[in-house]
């Protein structure tokens, strides 16, 4: 059920089509080559997209750039090729292969999604009937619905908001209200544009056409609204304001937390503990860590896990969603009669299979005593 407003005359659907097809004919010869991807000239063949793979590349790309996502989606492409495969791989494998990527409960909805996936056999092929998938919420499912399965529905990105708010100068007075209430008015607007596509445009182009627009044209900072295809339509544009829109609600300033990581090590092996599954990091190999607190601990080493030869060895700083992090990083060394409740890992090990703030505080503490060596 199309959820835009409908198109007020015939004026605006004829312009809406010309639009199209310019977004049309530049993302045929512009349009990213990305390794999720199939481009429209495949389309043209025949080829369809994988919806796994559509699937997965959306889930990874999810808060981080597509840079850093690619070598990710290929490993997880070469060892995982079918989502049958991926749900029958073991959540160590997943979540070590899954560290570096950062909002590990992302990989716990991936692993209970492929597992629910497999257990229908395929993907539904609705919006609808994908947001019902652990972890697949509007976005993701409109995006996979419209990509996979040429659904007429609007996935709106950060880049294809800011194309359509340029597009119709839709900004706000820069609270959040406002800005939630100019976010409804470009998704109709978005949406708008799907429900107008002639029959021969598919909806899977036309998303992943404003998504590139974004990324490559009508960037942020400095749109290089000369090549864009759209400029004959841009509200923004004719008004010089470009950079104004979109006029988003201001942020917050993000808070800090401090804590303590006790990294302790017995020769070549490091201890590691698993997290509880739920909350943050749920289910990741981290190493022992205080509580994270607003203020820092008068006390730090109160929470150690021991009356171990505690070395203050460094500090390492992380930013999550809602707040930073400052660990303050303890290492001691214990023998091997030692008892201390978690599991001993190489140290290599035990690096490859932390998230990526827990993997930056025990390479310091495994790097910061052995420099104190040389
Ligand atoms: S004309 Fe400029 S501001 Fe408007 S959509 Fe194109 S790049 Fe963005």
């Given at each position: 059920m199309p959820i835009g407003r409908p198109v007020p005359d015939f004026m605006a659907t004829h312009s809406l089509r010309k639009l199209l097809t310019a977004v049309d004919r530049w993302y045929r010869r512009q349009g990213r080559k990305l390794p999720w991807r199939i481009g429209p000239a495949e389309r043209d063949a025949g080829v369809t997209p994988d919806p796994y793979l559509v699937w997965l590349s959306e889930v990874m790309l999810q808060q981080t750039t597509i840079p850093h996502a690619t070598p990710y989606f290929e490993a997880f492409r070469i060892r995982w090729p079918t989502v049958h495969a991926l749900a029958a791989a073991s959540w160590d494998e997943v979540s070590a292969a899954w560290a570096?990527?950062?909002?590990?409960s992302r990989a716990r909805n991936l692993h209970a999604c492929a597992k629910a996936v497999a257990e229908r056999h395929a993907f539904p092929q609705t919006a609808e009937a994908l947001r019902?998938?652990?972890?697949?919420?509007p976005y993701t499912s409109a995006a996979i619905a419209s990509?996979?399965?040429?659904?007429?529905i609007a996935p709106v990105d950060g880049n294809i908001e800011r194309v359509v708010s340029r597009l119709h100068a839709i900004g706000s007075d820069g609270t959040e209200a406002g800005w939630r209430a100019a976010k409804q008015v470009i998704s109709a607007r978005a949406q708008e544009m799907a429900n107008a596509?002639?029959?021969?445009?598919?909806a899977g182009d036309l998303a992943q056409a404003l998504m590139d627009l974004g990324a490559?044209?009508?960037?942020?900072?400095?749109?290089n609204c000369a090549m864009c295809p759209v400029w004959d339509f841009c509200e923004a544009r004719k008004q010089g304001?470009?950079?104004?829109?979109?006029?988003k609600a201001e942020k917050k300033a993000t808070p800090t937390r401090h804590g303590s990581a006790f990294v302790i090590v017995r020769g070549p092996e490091v201890l590691l503990i698993r997290r509880p599954p739920?909350?943050?990091?749920?289910g990741m190999m981290m190493p022992l860590t205080s509580a994270w607190s607003e203020t820092k601990a008068?006390?730090?080493?109160?929470?150690?896990?021991?009356?171990?030869?505690?070395?203050?060895v460094g500090e390492v700083r992380h930013v999550f969603t809602h707040f930073a992090l400052k660990l303050d990083v303890y290492r001691a060394d214990v023998g091997v009669s030692t008892k201390v409740e978690g599991e001993w890992l190489k140290h290599d090990d035990a690096l490859a299979a932390l998230p990526t703030v827990g993997r930056k505080a025990v390479a310091l503490g495994l790097g910061g005593v052995n420099s104190r060596r040389n």
């Open positions: 570096g990527l950062g909002y590990y019902a998938l652990p972890g697949i919420g990509i996979a399965f040429d659904e007429r596509l002639p029959h021969d445009q598919r490559t044209v009508c960037t942020p900072r400095g749109p304001e470009q950079e104004r829109y979109p006029v739920s909350g943050l990091l749920g008068d006390d730090p080493l109160a929470e150690a896990p021991g009356k171990f030869d505690w070395k203050l």
